[in-house]
C-alpha cells in the first residue's frame, strides 16, 4: 500500500464547562484533524490539538507542518517501518511540535491498522487489555465534590481525582479529609496541585492529610520535590515535569512514585512508550491522561493504557466529559468507571466531516 493523499480538518467544539488553564479560559476546544489515505481505500485518522497555556505551537503552526510531513511522503510505500524503528525517530526529528508528532504518528498508525485489519491496541502490544479503568475527576465547591465522590464511588470508580491549590491550604485539608470518609477503603484519591504551594505550604498540607494515592507537582519549585518527599515520606507524581524531557532523563526524578503521561505534551505515541517502558523499569508506576483532545484523540488514550504494564492502571480520561459535542457520530463511552477499547477504537473512526472546516 501507497499513501495516495491526505485531507486536513481544523475543528471547534463546544465545551460543557469553561475551562480555566494557567493564563487562558477556553469555551471551545479546537484542533486538526489528518486524515491519510491509502492507495488500498484505507484510511487513517489523527488529532493535532495543542493545549493553550501548555502547548508552545499553535494552531496554524502545526497546520503548516502537518501539512509539509504529509505532503514530503505521498507515493511512498507505507511498510513497518513507518509504525516501527528509524522512520518514527525520523519523524520525531523533522517535526519539532510534540502535539503534531502526536497527530501524525496517530494517523500512520491507523491507517497501517486499517489496511491490515489490525486495533490500534493489538498493534501497540501483543496482548493488550480489553478494558481500561478510568480515574473520575471532582470538581466543584466542597460540597459538590463530596456529592461527586459518593456518586463515583457507588457507580464503580476505584479511584478519583481531585485538584488542590487554588482553596486555602486549611480548606483542602478539610475537603480531603472528608472525602476519605465518603470514600472509604475502596476508592483510592489522587490529586493534583498543579505547583501551586510553596514548600511550607505542601508540607503543612501532606503533615495534616490522611493517605492518598499521590500528589502531582505540589511544588512552585519543582527542585525541592525531594526534600519534600525524604521529609515528609510524600508520594508525588510528576506531570508538567516531563515537558522536553528523554525517556532516558527520567532516572534523575526516580524518586517519584508514578508519571503522568500525555502523548499531546510529550510528543506522539512512541515517544510516551518509551516514557512509560523507561518509567516502569525505575519502579515508577505510568498513567496514561488526556489534554482534554476531542473522540479521537482519546480513543487513541484508551489503546496506549491497555498496553502499559501487567496491570490495569486507572487513566485520566474523565476530562473527556468537558467536551459537548464531539467531532464523532456518537461519543466514546465516557465518563464511566471503565472503557471497552475495542468499541472505543470502533467509534473513533466514525468522524461526522461535514461538521469540520477543511484547510
Not at 510553596?198 to 505550604?201: D, L, P, S
Not at 526516580?254 to 503521561?261: C, E, G, P, T
Given at each position: 500500500m501507497k499513501l495516495?493523499?491526505?485531507d486536513l480538518f481544523r475543528y471547534s467544539i463546544p465545551l460543557a464547562q469553561t475551562l480555566i488553564l494557567k493564563n487562558t479560559t477556553l469555551h471551545r476546544r479546537e484542533g486538526l484533524l489528518l486524515k491519510l489515505s491509502g492507495s488500498d481505500g484505507s484510511e487513517g485518522w489523527g488529532e493535532t490539538a495543542p493545549l493553550p497555556g501548555f502547548s508552545r505551537e499553535s494552531l496554524d503552526e502545526s497546520a503548516a507542518q502537518l501539512r509539509r510531513l504529509a505532503g514530503s511522503l505521498i507515493g511512498g510505500e507505507v511498510t513497518d517501518d513507518w509504525v516501527d524503528g528509524a522512520f518514527v525517530l525520523e519523524v520525531e526529528r523533522m517535526v519539532p511540535s510534540p502535539s503534531v508528532r502526536f497527530g501524525f504518528?496517530?494517523?500512520v498508525w491507523n491507517l497501517y491498522g486499517t489496511s491490515s485489519g489490525i486495533g490500534l491496541a493489538e498493534l501497540l502490544a501483543p496482548s493488550p487489555r480489553m478494558t481500561v479503568p478510568v480515574n473520575g475527576l471532582l470538581s466543584g465547591g466542597a460540597d459538590?465534590?463530596?456529592g461527586e465522590a459518593h456518586r463515583m464511588r457507588n457507580d464503580g470508580y476505584r479511584t478519583v481525582k481531585l485538584k488542590v491549590g487554588a482553596r486555602a491550604v486549611a480548606d483542602d485539608i478539610a475537603l480531603v479529609r472528608a472525602l476519605e470518609e465518603v470514600l472509604g477503603d475502596e476508592t483510592s484519591l489522587r490529586l493534583d496541585a498543579n505547583r501551586a504551594w510553596?514548600?511550607?505550604?505542601a508540607a503543612e498540607f501532606v503533615r495534616s492529610t490522611p493517605r492518598f494515592e499521590y500528589v502531582e507537582e505540589p511544588l512552585a519549585d519543582p527542585a525541592?520535590?525531594?526534600?519534600?518527599?525524604?521529609?515528609?515520606?510524600?508520594?508525588?507524581?510528576?506531570?508538567?515535569s516531563l515537558a522536553g524531557m528523554e525517556p532516558d532523563e527520567l532516572e534523575v526524578h526516580?524518586?517519584?512514585?508514578?508519571?503522568?503521561?500525555k502523548p499531546t505534551l510529550l510528543g506522539g505515541i512512541s515517544r510516551t512508550l518509551r516514557m512509560a517502558e523507561r518509567a516502569l523499569l525505575l519502579g515508577m508506576t505510568p498513567v496514561v491522561s488526556s489534554a482534554y483532545e476531542s473522540g479521537v484523540g482519546t480513543a487513541a488514550l484508551v489503546?496506549?493504557?491497555a498496553c502499559i504494564g501487567d496491570r490495569p492502571v486507572p487513566a485520566g480520561l474523565d476530562t473527556y466529559r468537558i467536551i459537548a459535542a464531539d467531532v464523532l457520530e456518537t461519543p466514546l463511552g465516557l465518563p464511566a468507571p471503565g472503557v471497552d477499547v475495542s468499541e472505543a477504537e470502533e467509534t473513533s473512526r466514525r468522524i461526522v466531516v461535514h461538521g469540520l472546516e477543511r484547510l
Open positions: 495516495s493523499g491526505f504518528e496517530l494517523a459538590e465534590v463530596l510553596g514548600y511550607e505550604e525541592r520535590m525531594p526534600d519534600l518527599i525524604e521529609e515528609y515520606g510524600v508520594p508525588v507524581a510528576l506531570d508538567e526516580r524518586y517519584a512514585r508514578s508519571v503522568v503521561l489503546a496506549m493504557a
